[in-house]
């Protein structure tokens, strides 16, 4: 079974991406599996947190044991944020295909200060997923990482792509989803998909030009360093 580990930011096409691989036939998606016990670890202040706190377990080791248990499909597609993700054992991460999506870092800050006010480097996973994705490479693993802004500008070339090398067919219908919510949403999709739920496919969105506070210039340079690790690895056509 190929179980594909999504490793995103936040306020990315992440959860597109997740609509896109529900399209496919031969695919499960699990959106978000290890937020409860982030939340629980961190002792972050969500929106829904209670609502998250509920609906999933808070224990690591439980949610590990679903995602390597069996399923119905021979595809698990797996959408998680990067900061969820880093008070985990990563030793469980070697026998998934690890994918990382980036996102230019001042897109992000400027999308996520409009749903909290003042958002922290780890809030945005890019320190994280720079270092994840080292220690990877070192330890002889072969991560695969797609930008997101070459996935809206040419979706249908980056998915052939990144089919290839996960070693799985590449399908139209990866292409388009019906717009509003989807029942394998995350119970806080009411607090972060507005938009996507508006979606049909791949597009560039309004909120991309979006200027960045003033007061996010410094943490926005600092992300840029861990973004530019990453990027020449990026898909391109």
Known sequence: ??????????????????????QRRDTTVLDEPFYAFYLRQSGAQHPGK???????????????RN??????TPVLFIKNMAHHLELMN???LADLTNVFLIRNPRQILASYAQVIEAPTLRDIGIEYQASLFKRLREQGHTPLVI???????????????????????FMTAMLQWP??????????????????????GFSRQTTSDRPLPP??????????????????FSLRP
């Open 1 to 22: 079974m190929i179980r594909i580990n999504l490793i995103s930011g936040p306020r990315n096409i992440s959860t597109a991406l997740m609509y896109s691989f529900a």
């Open 90 to 92: 990563e030793a469980q």
């Open 215 to 232: 007061y996010l210039d410094s943490l926005n340079s600092l992300a840029q360093r861990h973004y530019e690790v990453m990027l020449p």
């Open 179 to 200: 717009a509003g919510p989807k029942p394998y949403d995350g119970v806080w999709a009411s607090h972060w998909y507005a938009n996507v739920h508006q979606s049909t």
């Open 147 to 169: 930008d997101a802004g070459t996935v809206v500008e040419q979706p249908e070339v980056v998915l052939r792509m990144l089919c290839n090398r996960i070693g799985i067919p």
């Open 67 to 72: 995602v390597y248990g069996t399923w119905s």
């Open 50 to 64: 209670e609502d998250v706190m509920r609906a999933q377990p808070p224990d690591d080791q439980e949610v590990y």
